[in-house]
């Protein structure tokens, strides 16, 4: 092992855990409240890795939802950016690895919480569309099998 190697490995506090979560994120201060849509890389008790839209400073405080997950977890989290980074031409459209601690570093049995619900998030089957049910009316179905009867027109 190189010695960089050792010092990326020995710089890290927590072990990082890998999960393909959706997240929203905004920039703290952004005056339209709207939250961009992120991809999570990894998480762990001191903070988190994703992908994002925009490339930020060290130290610009961000807003994280986690999307999909249940209510306890979702937050908003109030994260600080450690580095943020461009990525090499040829990625489509643009992303940018970001780091973020959090503000107030969660405990391991969060952490760990978090990641179950996102386990099930994530393991969960994604339930198909329900065919329509068919009513026979003149060979034609109706979605969810409701009836439909031809209009009655009254004269007046």
């Not at 249940?70 to 580095?83: C, D, I, K, M, S």
Request: proline share 9%; with cysteine.
């Amino acid at each position: 092992m190189t010695s960089t190697q050792t010092q990326t490995t020995n710089r890290r506090k927590a072990q990082r855990h890998a999960r393909p979560l959706r997240i929203s994120w905004r920039v703290m201060g952004n005056r339209d409240y709207h939250f961009a849509e992120a991809a999570l890389k990894d998480i762990n008790t001191g903070g988190l890795a994703m992908h994002v839209d925009t490339l930020c400073r060290k130290g610009t405080v961000v807003i994280v939802q986690l999307d999909g997950l249940p209510e306890p977890f979702v937050g908003p989290w109030l994260l600080q950016a450690a580095w943020s980074q461009d990525l090499p031409a040829g990625h489509g459209k643009p992303a940018y690895p970001m780091g973020c601690s959090f503000t107030s570093p969660m405990q391991e049995k969060e952490l760990q919480a978090l990641l179950e619900a996102a386990r099930k998030v994530t393991a969960a089957p994604v339930p198909a569309k329900a065919c329509p049910a068919k009513t026979p009316l003149g060979g034609r179905s109706v979605p969810g099998g409701e009836r439909r009867r031809k209009a009655q027109v009254r004269s007046p």
